[in-house]
């Protein structure tokens, strides 16, 4: 399967964005994540959702302000990000795995996505 990042750009603290992740090939049923990684940093989970989206789970420093879901019929899933601060500033990246669990890491992610710069202002 492959992964194709979107809507990463420069936005003020406050502000908002949605990411978009679009998957083509051969799209089984998977669990979709995103992870960001800072300048300097590891790379580390954001969000992840299983794929009736019934489940979802998100980083500590995320919740209440980021909202992952999905578009199954369109083989997308979104990361909505409002109340943006400046230490979100990252790459973003979607992954995919199959089966029917996550995991806030990233080894048992198959695929990736080329990623996509957030940038946010103070």
């Known amino acids: 399967v492959q992964l194709q990042a979107s809507g990463g750009g420069l936005v003020q603290a406050g502000g908002s964005l949605r990411l978009s992740c679009a998957a083509s090939g051969r799209t089984f049923i998977y669990v979709m994540a995103w992870f960001r990684q800072a300048p300097g940093k590891e790379r580390e989970f954001v969000a992840a959702i299983t794929y009736s989206g019934g489940s979802r789970d998100y980083a500590d420093p995320v919740k209440g302000r980021f909202t992952i879901s999905r578009d199954n019929a369109k083989n997308t899933v979104y990361l909505q990000m409002n109340s943006l601060k400046p230490e979100d500033t990252a790459v973003y990246y979607c992954?995919?795995?199959?089966?029917?669990?996550?995991?806030?890491?990233?080894?048992?992610?198959?695929?990736w996505g080329q990623g996509t710069l957030v940038t946010v202002s103070s």
């Open positions: 992954a995919a795995r199959s089966g029917a669990n996550y995991y806030p890491f990233q080894g048992p992610y198959d695929h």
